[in-house]
């Protein structure tokens, strides 16, 4: 079965510079979540969008955004990058909206800030 | 943790043992769901249980949910190698929003 696509899988970034992470959620899912795990934590929810609006905001700093386009993939946007933001960055997907619904996660882009 | 803790935070068993894990949450919620994660990789969905269930299984795993005692557990029965991972709950806080909040994580060892 297809399953959330995420890309790059990894990706190496100075202090300052600009990223774009990518994620493809399973075809005919509607909603997108946005975690970063640092190391050794646990996953931390960021943003979400359902039916290509933002449905929920998280911990996400100013310097980030994010948005989903009409294909439902969804894009999260990282400006001014500090050595902190290096994390795992993971997508999810579920079909509609609200915590009833199982979330499917995607391998996640590895993030290094240097 | 914003939501919770889980314990241990770290178990190491013989194959073929049974293996336990509590998580425990501080807030009113929907759902409760468990993931497990590789080192480093994605996170797989286990099984989800619903704030009116007590109790659920899937295959090898065994999921209780205590809404009075704000916790659950997770029991693998009949542990094998490729279990060795961490294990997260998660839970759904609202109806009105999709996020789940995570708890620290257990991380098992199953020994050949």
């Known amino acids: 079965a297809a399953g959330v696509i995420q890309s790059p899988r990894h990706l190496i970034k100075e202090k300052r510079e600009t990223a774009t992470l990518k994620c493809y959620p399973i075809p005919r899912h509607d909603t997108v979540y946005w975690y970063q795990q640092g190391p050794g934590q646990d996953p931390q929810f960021l943003i979400s969008f359902y039916e290509k609006m933002q449905s929920d905001k998280g911990s996400i700093p100013d310097r980030f955004s994010a948005q989903q386009f009409s294909d439902y993939h969804s894009e999260l946007n990282m400006s001014s990058l500090e050595l902190g933001d290096s994390a795992l960055y993971f997508c999810?997907?579920?079909?509609?909206?609200?915590?009833?619904?199982?979330?499917?996660f995607g391998p996640g882009t590895r993030l290094l800030v240097l | 943790s914003q939501q919770g803790e889980e314990d241990p935070q770290a178990l190491s068993i013989q194959e073929g043992e049974n293996a336990t894990m509590n998580c425990s949450y501080k807030t009113s919620i929907n759902n409760l769901q468990w993931y497990r994660q590789n080192s480093g990789r994605g996170l797989v969905h286990l099984i989800l249980?619903?704030?009116?269930?007590r109790e659920k299984h899937s295959g090898r795993l065994r999921v209780t949910l205590d809404t009075s005692k704000k916790s659950s557990s997770l029991l693998i029965t009949a542990s094998r190698a490729a279990d060795t991972a961490s294990y997260f709950c998660a839970t759904g806080i609202s109806s009105n929003t999709g996020k789940l909040i995570f708890g620290q994580g257990t991380t098992l060892q199953v020994k050949p």
């Open positions: 999810a997907s579920s079909l509609g909206f609200g915590t009833q619904e199982t979330q499917y």
């Open positions: 249980i619903r704030s009116n269930e």
